[in-house]
């Protein structure tokens, strides 16, 4: 029986069997593929609440896309309306379907990080992707299947969320809700984190290869969590991503980096253990500063990266409620002022472990980083997507209590030689301001040379000292 009169077809659960539901009719469409049993705590029959009503998990569809998938749940309201709740590496979406107020952009205009008005307000476009889906489950309000396509443009104001989909060639469809969490949803009937360990990259029995298929070396993943690895031992990328492990691309003969935190190495954060999925090389366009980041993970929690940097550490998060942004040197996040600090190019150099989305060397992120005090906030831009991460600095000692000495494989990296020339030449203004003042421009200009020769050596050491790293 079909819960929602909007439904138009449903997964059997037991022999994937796919039944449409026309004019009163039901006819057999053959069998859908499965859905890949990943991290999420959500299941068919999952409730909660959203402003004041109830509501059930009844369908959900899988859609996969170039650099990973998503989940997409059909859910129903107890006053009979429907909505979807989007499921991405632990974020969280809650809609509805809402008349199109106007005319609306065509899907090859958007690009992300721009601005654009809808319903009278501004939102800020986060992601433009066409996915195709991958597998199905339950109930769902329109017919789908293997090699079905989904072009949608995601965007974003605060916590508001916003999906255009381009899927009808004759109309776009307009999704208005807002980010959530689990707990402000109330959620109740979810997987416990042995269900998802126990379930997670499998398709009914069948278990992901853990061993890189190119070499043989074994591979730090978790399957169903992650959808790519890249072994350390010869560099190839390995999809994870379905039943079995595959080899996306031959590893290049690129030199082996060493890391502060090993890839496997478990930390104690706040009462759960997390693990060291992947590490990342990076650095600026011109290779002066560089810096290593590593993702986070334990069952059931939201992902939790540690940058490690010239000057110490930090620990970071993917917002899921944005910053306000004028599009230039100030955004707004929690009633503060950030200020733009840097803007630049950040290129991935080295990459090993495992992650939630298809990293390779070379890739290329536009990144913009604004301050208050001690707290940064780092919008990232790609052809694809944007996101917001909030870092918050994080002493060594910290780091040690987590991971336990014998995780640190090496201490920090020293300063950088541009980091300590910055300190120098703000020193010598300070201490020679008044004087400069006064002294003609002959003595200026011999401060100025004076201060490249103080910061150009450093910038060289750098660039070198990144090179033999």
Known sequence: MFKSSASVMAVCEFCRTTLLKDLGSVSNL?????????????????????????????????????????????LLFDDGTDGWLSDASGQYALTVERKTGGALPQFTEL??????????????????????????????????GPGWEARVADLRAKDRFLTIDYSDPA??????????????????????PDAISDAAGRFHGKIAALNCPSCGSPLAAV?????????PSCHAQIDTSGATA????????????????????HATLEGRSYTVLGALRRSDADGGSVWSEYLLYAPGQEFIWLIETAEGWQRARVLDRWPEWDGAANAVFQER?????????????????????????????????????????????????????RGVPLPLDQVRA?????????????????HTAHKMLIALAVLNFVPLIAAPATTIAYSLLAALGIYLPAYYLDRLDAQTR
């Open 223 to 231: 399957t169903g969590i992650t959808v790519q690895s890249l072994c």
């Open 337 to 389: 002022n950030f200020t733009q600090r840097f803007s630049y190019e950040a290129i991935v150099s080295f990459a090993a472990g495992s992650f939630n989305w298809r990293v390779a060397v070379g890739d290329r992120t536009r990144i913009i980083e604004f301050a208050h005090h001690d707290t940064q906030l780092a919008a990232e831009i790609t052809r694809e997507e944007m996101t917001w991460t």
């Open 246 to 265: 595959a080899v996306l691309a031959a590893g290049s003969s690129v030199q082996a980096v060493h890391f502060t935190l090993e890839l496997g190495a």
């Open 171 to 192: 109309a776009a469809r307009v999704y208005v809700g807002e980010a959530v969490d689990l707990p402000g949803l109330s959620a109740q009937l979810l997987r416990d």
């Open 402 to 418: 987590w991971f336990g000495e014998q995780a640190l494989a090496q201490l920090t990296p020293h300063p950088s030689y541009r």
């Open 30 to 74: 053959g069998k859908m593929s499965e859905v890949l049993e990943d991290y999420s705590p959500l299941q068919i029959g999952s409730s909660g609440r959203r402003d004041e009503r109830a509501f059930t998990l009844i369908g959900r569809i899988q859609l996969t896309y170039s650099a990973g998938f998503w989940n997409e749940w059909y």
């Open 111 to 144: 690009l992300p990080g721009r601005p654009l008005q809808v319903y009278s307000q501004l939102f800020t476009i986060c992601d433009v992707r066409t996915a195709r889906c991958t597998g199905g489950q339950g109930e769902l309000p329109f017919k789908v």
